[in-house]
């Protein structure tokens, strides 16, 4: 998904921050093509008009999918954080890590970021919950069956 951004003296230029909701690397766009990069992974140089140079460098997290960005020291969010409710819903999951076992740690862990992924593509309220409320109830019943305390019939 693409997400315009604006920056102090790029005024007259288009600066997107593409991201995937399924985890990979997101790149900065000027003007339609890659940003050239900067000295590190995830960093780009833009040159303003004015002949400076702005460090843009991405800041991830670990379950949201569209990364902030810092120029020059100064964080701009991309799109809003999610909100707390949607934040406790999104890693509900995250209670079979309470669990024993690895497996619903795994479980749990996954679920959330699956979840946080859905609730940063562009369909309807209602179908996001619906979706998370699968994905969810998916992972505690694969959390069941591979525990052995939910038998399949045979």
């Excluded at 339609?32 to 960093?43: I, K, L, M, W």
Aim: one cysteine or more; proline letters at 7%; hydrophobic letters at 45%.
């Amino acid at each position: 998904m693409d997400y315009p951004v604006v920056i102090d003296g790029f005024q007259d230029h288009e600066i997107i921050v593409r991201s995937s909701p399924w985890g990979a690397a997101s790149t900065l766009l000027l003007d339609g093509e890659t940003a050239p990069a900067g000295p590190r992974r995830n960093q780009y140089i833009l040159t303003r008009p004015d002949g400076t140079e702005a460090l843009v460098k991405f800041r991830g997290s670990l379950f949201d999918s569209v990364p902030q960005v810092i120029v020059d020291g100064k964080v701009i969010n991309v799109v809003p954080l999610l909100t707390w409710p949607v934040t406790v819903w999104c890693l509900l999951p995250l209670l079979l890590c309470f669990t024993p076992g690895f497996d619903g740690i795994m479980l749990g862990f996954a679920a959330s970021w699956i979840n946080t992924r859905i609730f940063r593509t562009e369909r309807s309220t209602t179908e996001k919950y619906l979706f998370t409320t699968a994905v969810t109830l998916g992972a505690a019943g694969l959390y069941l069956l591979l525990s052995g305390r939910l038998r399949l019939p045979q």
